[in-house]
């Protein structure tokens, strides 16, 4: 079983920084591909980038590439979105996720474990 705390969200103006931490519980953290995805009200839980379970390979949505990267420390159970040059339609609650897929997948269904959510909010 894995728990997963997201931190870090809040509020920023264009163009402005913030990095996102997601805490794990549980013995097998590094077995598992993590990912950030977003969801703003009213629409689909929407893939944002995505990592294996050594580090070594990760994935972006287009939207975010170049401007995003996400990294983990294994040995602290902690993945993390470090997103710059926001924007306001990067206003979403941001959710971390874990699945025992080796390669990280932009289908929210095909992950176990879920936290949360934090709230980011780009003002323009």
């Known amino acids: 079983q894995v728990e997963l705390v997201e931190s870090g969200g809040g509020s920023v103006q264009a163009g402005g920084s913030l990095k996102l931490s997601c805490v794990a519980s549980?013995?097998?953290?590094?077995?598992?591909?993590m990912a950030w995805f977003r969801q703003v009200s009213g629409k689909e839980r929407e893939f944002v980038a995505g990592i294996t379970p050594a580090g070594g390979t990760s994935s972006y949505a287009n939207s975010v590439k170049s401007r995003f990267a996400i990294s983990r420390d294994n040995a602290k159970k902690t993945v993390y979105l470090q997103m710059n040059s926001l924007a306001p339609e990067d206003t979403a609650v941001y959710f971390c996720?874990?699945?025992?897929?080796?390669?990280?997948?932009?289908?929210?269904?095909?992950?176990?474990?879920w936290g949360q959510g934090t709230q980011v909010t780009v003002s323009s």
């Open positions: 996720a874990a699945s025992t897929r080796i390669v990280p997948q932009e289908s929210a269904d095909q992950y176990e474990h």
């Open positions: 549980g013995r097998t953290f590094d077995w598992h591909a």
